[in-house]
Structures are given as structure tokens and as C-alpha cells.
């Protein structure tokens, strides 16, 4: 309940400098110093900031009730708490962050998860290259201020079953079944 209430604290100074800040955008677009299309904008930060006041205080409504629940008092009342919430900002240790993001078995499970995709995804590309192919690009560094073209071939090798050609649709299976059903008459 107390992180409820210091979120409404700051939730209500955010409305406050929203105000402020509308209120020194209006003046400067009355002094034609600044676009009415500013002052819309921080019309539009005011009324965001005047929505995260209600949402803030229904969170503390909730709170509360969670608070009476767990009391078992729907009766119970409870004023405004004192006091901080403990701020932690301490940065965690890399080299523990590190291993246990490693040792992480669903991790493990999307890595071996990317490897089946793309061995997948590179026999798929492998079958489907043309017999031969060509690219050429043109390449330019600022650093050394030079130019050049790269021209490149690739040719299948007949040896192997890749790159022959791009990949053909299977034929259909076919049964022992007649699929030339007539279209039932209209009648």
C-alpha cells in the first residue's frame, strides 16, 4: 500500500509540472513565441497526466482493499502511511548476472530452438539457388576515400546434391480413388 501511495504522490507532482508546463507554452503562443500546435501538445500531456492521477488512485483504492482482505475486516480503514520504501540501486554483479542468464534451460531451449530454424532455413536456401548466379555491388569508404566494385559468380557443384536448380513442387499422391465426383443438379 505504501508503493500505491508514493506512486500517487508522484503521479500528482507529475500533474503539477504538466500544469506549470502548459500554462508557460500558452504564454509563449499568446506572445507568438511558439506554434499552437506546442500548447495542443501539452494539452494532450496534461490530460495524460490527469488519466495517471485517476489510475494511481485506483491503485490505492485496491491496495487498501487487498490490505482489508488480508485483515479479513472488509470494515477496516486505513489512513495515508509514513514512511520510504527502501530504494535499492545497486547494480547486480555482471559476472553472476552473466551465468545465470547461461545456465538458463529456456535459453538453452531458444538457442536450440534458432539452430534447428536456420540449418532448416539453409537447406531450403541451398535448393532453391539457381544454377548460376551473379551479383555485383558497388562499395564506397569515407574513411580512405576510395571506391571499388565487387563482382561475384556462383556455380553449382554437380557433385553434390545441392544447387541443382530451384527446388519442384512434389507431385501429387494419388490413391486409388476416383475425384471426379459429378456437381449435384440444381433441382
Known amino acids: 500500500m505504501l508503493a500505491a501511495e508514493q506512486s500517487l504522490a508522484l503521479t500528482e507532482e507529475s500533474l503539477s509540472l504538466a500544469r506549470a508546463f502548459a500554462g508557460t507554452v500558452a504564454e509563449k503562443v499568446r506572445a507568438g513565441a511558439a506554434s499552437p500546435i506546442e500548447e495542443t501538445r501539452a494539452a494532450v500531456r496534461l ?19 487487498e490490505l482489508a ?14 514512511g520510504q520504501l527502501p530504494e535499492d540501486t545497486t547494480l547486480p554483479d ?9 545456465a538458463s534451460s529456456d535459453l538453452r531451449l531458444l538457442e536450440r530452438e534458432i539452430l534447428v530454424r536456420r540449418s532448416a532455413l539453409a537447406e531450403v536456401r541451398a535448393q532453391s539457388a539457381a544454377d548460376i548466379t551473379w551479383q555485383a555491388a558497388a562499395n564506397y569508404s569515407r574513411l580512405d576515400r576510395e571506391a ?40
Open 69 to 82: 482482505l488480508a485483515v479479513g475486516d472488509p470494515a477496516v480503514r486505513s489512513e495515508a502511511l509514513d
Open 47 to 65: 490530460h495524460g497526466a490527469a488519466a495517471e492521477i485517476e489510475r494511481a488512485r485506483r491503485e490505492v483504492a485496491l491496495a487498501r482493499a
Open 94 to 102: 555482471f559476472a553472476a548476472l552473466t551465468a545465470q542468464i547461461a
Open 148 to 187: 571499388w566494385v565487387t563482382v561475384g559468380a556462383s556455380v553449382p557443384l554437380f557433385a553434390s546434391r545441392r544447387n541443382r536448380g530451384p527446388s519442384q513442387p512434389l507431385p501429387p499422391k494419388r490413391s486409388g480413388r476416383n475425384w471426379n465426383v459429378p456437381a449435384p443438379s440444381g433441382g
